[in-house]
């Protein structure tokens, strides 16, 4: 994700309402989030669905290493032979 402009990303509640058309251009366009803010607090963040897709992605990316990294650490690991045993028992399934 790139990163934020505090000057050029952050739009207060009543301008994002107004010009939604032209916020959801310019994140499409820039790639840039854009936080909306009301009463000077963050309520929201806009993003692409390109740059959804690839934060669910690297979510799950980083859940699956720590689940690896835990099984290697409590020992649950197989050799080169246990995996193709096991390949070959599903593939005859």
Not at 19 to 45: D, E
Not at 61 to 77: K, M, N, P
């Amino acid at each position: 994700m790139k990163s934020i402009q505090i000057a050029r990303d952050i739009i207060p509640m009543g301008e994002f309402k107004t010009g939604l058309s032209a916020c959801m251009k310019k994140v499409q366009a820039t790639g840039h989030p854009l936080i909306i803010i009301q009463n000077g607090r963050p309520v929201g963040v806009l993003i692409s669905p390109v740059e959804y897709d690839n934060l669910v992605y690297r979510k799950q990316f980083i859940e699956s290493v720590e689940q690896g990294l835990a099984a290697a650490e409590s020992g649950e690991v197989y050799s080169t032979e246990e995996i193709r045993k096991m390949f070959a028992e599903k593939s005859q399934e």
